[in-house]
């Protein structure tokens, strides 16, 4: 399992990102699918189904889960949001990681902030994406207002 002090995608080390992303949960399982001989997930969708009846990997998202719940509470206290979005893939994990961030935002939310934020879970839908996709190149648009006819609305081979 992860130091948590794994190379992040930003260049940094130990981000939650690099700790607890699909792709950083998927390498943990298989890392640890290989040391105690399980079936290693190809997938993280594989994961989440394994991980309903293989403890291991049970305990591996509810750790997650933990890592989650606890950044999310600092959030929380820090920002005292009304709402809070948990999306992404991660969410088809299920309750064995959403259940870990329910327990730990109970205990490191401050008391007075406990009943003033909804959290929603929301399934990350082909909409969403799409929202996404949108959204970046209209941060193109409106972060380079000195932009030049020259210069390209979006450089597709940065994003890659
Ligand atoms: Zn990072």
């Known amino acids: 399992m992860s130091d948590g002090n794994d190379l992040c995608s930003c260049g940094n080390r130990g981000c939650l990102e690099a700790t607890i992303g699909e792709p950083a949960l998927l390498r943990n399982a298989r890392e640890l699918c290989r040391d105690l001989d399980l079936p290693v997930p190809s997938s993280p969708a594989e994961l989440y189904s394994a991980a309903?009846?293989?403890d291991p990997l049970a305990e591996l998202l509810t750790h997650s889960g933990r890592l989650l719940g606890r950044a999310l509470g600092n959030l929380i206290n820090l920002l005292a949001p009304e709402l809070v979005v948990l999306s992404g893939e991660g969410v088809d994990a299920g309750e064995v990681l959403l259940g870990a961030v329910r327990t730990e935002l109970a205990v490191h939310v401050h008391e007075?902030?406990?009943?003033?934020y909804e959290l929603m879970v929301e399934p990350l839908t082909d909409e969403a994406w799409a929202r996404g996709a949108a959204s970046l190149i209209l941060n193109a648009v409106f972060e380079q207002p000195t932009r030049t006819?020259?210069?390209p609305l979006w450089d597709w081979s940065a994003s890659q």
């Open 52 to 54: 309903a009846h293989l």
């Open 149 to 151: 006819h020259s210069s």
């Open 112 to 116: 007075g902030l406990r009943d003033t």
